[in-house]
């Protein structure tokens, strides 16, 4: 049996339940969160660079992608790692955690995305209210998670 499958089987068979798993969710989640913003800003750093000298030979039209950069940046960076094999971004698994869906299913890119998209939504609106959602639930979620049937649990 391959890595992918054992991934696969220990995120669908894990008891969500469990309050074990969501023993320091909150902290660990605002820690991957600051990891993986800088890691968005850092890989942004390039396209910039690209962009501006697409901006130079398109007599200033390219400089226009300016204002998508850090979207487009974070929403391709979250797909391909949340949506991914691990299930998490790398600042989720330097801090120990990933998500999961309630329904056991994977999480794919899609979701994944809306996943952040709707973090970002709620975070734009509600500021750092949006973490008290979370003292309300059993299973620590935020008003994105329960929005998606999705939650966020330690790996370890």
Same mark, same amino acid.
């Given at each position: 049996?391959?890595?992918?499958?054992?991934? &696969?089987? =220990?995120?669908?068979?894990?008891?969500? +339940? &469990?309050?074990?798993?969501?023993?320091?969710?909150?902290?660990?989640?605002?820690? &991957?969160?600051?990891? +993986?913003?800088?890691?968005?800003?850092?890989?942004?750093?390039?396209?910039?660079?690209?962009?501006?000298?697409?901006?130079?030979?398109?007599?200033?039209?390219?400089?226009?992608?300016?204002?998508?950069?850090?979207?487009?940046?974070?929403?391709?960076?979250?797909?391909?790692?949340?949506?991914?094999?691990?299930?998490?971004?790398?600042g989720m698994r330097f801090a120990g955690v990933h998500?999961?869906?309630? =329904?056991?299913?994977?999480?794919?890119?899609?979701?994944?995305?809306?996943?952040?998209?709707?973090?970002?939504?709620?975070?734009?609106?509600?500021?750092?209210?949006?973490?008290?959602?979370?003292?309300?639930?059993?299973?620590?979620?935020?008003?994105? =998670?329960?929005?998606?049937?999705?939650?966020?649990?330690?790996?370890?």
């Open positions: 049996m391959d890595r992918t499958a054992n991934l &696969s089987k =220990d995120f669908s068979t894990t008891d969500l +339940d &469990s309050p074990r798993l969501y023993e320091g969710v909150r902290t660990r989640r605002i820690a &991957s969160f600051v990891i +993986d913003y800088a890691l968005v800003l850092f890989l942004s750093v390039p396209v910039a660079i690209l962009i501006f000298l697409l901006g130079i030979v398109t007599l200033g039209i390219a400089w226009g992608l300016y204002a998508v950069l850090l979207p487009l940046i974070a929403i391709v960076y979250i797909g391909f790692t949340m949506g991914g094999n691990r299930q998490a971004t790398p998500v999961a869906r309630l =329904d056991g299913e994977r999480v794919d890119p899609v979701l994944a995305v809306l996943h952040g998209v709707l973090f970002w939504a709620s975070a734009s609106v509600l500021t750092p209210l949006v973490l008290l959602v979370s003292l309300f639930t059993g299973r620590k979620q935020l008003l994105h =998670d329960l929005l998606l049937g999705t939650v966020v649990v330690r790996d370890r």
